[in-house]
T-cell receptor, first 112, second 111 residues
Framework: DQQVKQNSPSLSVQEGRISILNCDYT??????FLWYKKYPAEGPTFLIS?????DKNEDGRFTVFLNKSAKHLSLHIVPSQPGDSAVYFC???????????FGAGTQVVVTP | IAGITQAPTSQILAAGRRMTLRCTQD?????MYWYRQDLGLGLRLIHY???????GKGEVPDGYSVSRANTDDFPLTLASAVPSQTSVYFC??????????FGEGSRLTVL
């Protein structure tokens, strides 16, 4: 039974527009939440994180939002760029940042 | 800067054979991890090691074993491969910041 769900397997967005990726979870004990980005034939790379004591964290074009009551995590990318085309995984943990539970991933395609 | 090196990059293996996936890091990170990535399931933790000489089980450890004889190396062994172990395997390490650094993956096909 998957505790972390990304219900949208793919997302297509125009360059310059906003990309919104969503992630839902069931375990209320998760206390660190992360987003990873993955290009084909490469390993995932860390993008941005948020702890359970916050509801928003920004890093340049990337903003992560956490709604603990709804058990919902989202990632906003503004503005979207062609280089953002990748698979995005949400991940979370009750323990260390290394022992993560991942969602299934969302393939983002940014079109010109 | 190499970071995490995994070998082999890709391998086709007959069911029942033994296979070891190699992982070496040059960042002197204490913690290392093995994940497998399957379509529709994301990445799942197989085994981990918080420091040299210690290992622990992750979410899907059955059929796999690991060892951590030193800081740099963390091999993953499939004692008798089965088709359900067909996957892409990622080794990762983390240091004091907690951030995971992943290798480029090993694609394993078990026939």
């Amino acid at each position: 039974d998957q505790q972390v769900k990304q219900n949208s397997p793919s997302l297509s967005v125009q360059e310059g527009r906003i990309s919104i990726l969503n992630c839902d979870y069931t375990n209320s004990m998760f206390d660190y939440f992360l987003w990873y980005k993955k290009y084909p034939a490469e390993g995932p790379t860390f993008l941005i994180s948020i702890s359970s004591i916050k509801d928003k964290n920004e890093d340049g074009r990337f903003t992560v939002f956490l709604n603990k009551s709804a058990k919902h995590l989202s990632l906003h990318i503004v503005p979207s760029q062609p280089g953002d085309s990748a698979v995005y995984f949400c991940a979370m943990t009750t323990d260390s940042w290394g022992k993560l539970q991942f969602g299934a991933g969302t393939q983002v395609v940014v079109t010109p | 800067i190499a970071g995490i090196t995994q070998a082999p990059t890709s391998q086709i293996l007959a069911a029942g054979r033994r296979m070891t996936l190699r992982c070496t890091q040059d960042m002197r990170h204490n913690a290392m991890y093995w994940y497998r990535q399957d379509l529709g399931l994301g990445l799942r933790l197989i085994h981990y090691s918080n420091t040299a000489g210690t290992t622990g089980k992750g979410e899907v450890p059955d059929g796999y074993s690991v060892s951590r004889a030193n800081t740099d190396d963390f091999p993953l062994t499939l004692a008798s491969a089965v088709p359900s172990q067909t996957s892409v395997y990622f080794c990762a390490s983390s240091g004091s910041t907690g951030e995971l650094f992943f290798g480029e993956g090993s694609r394993l096909t078990v026939l």
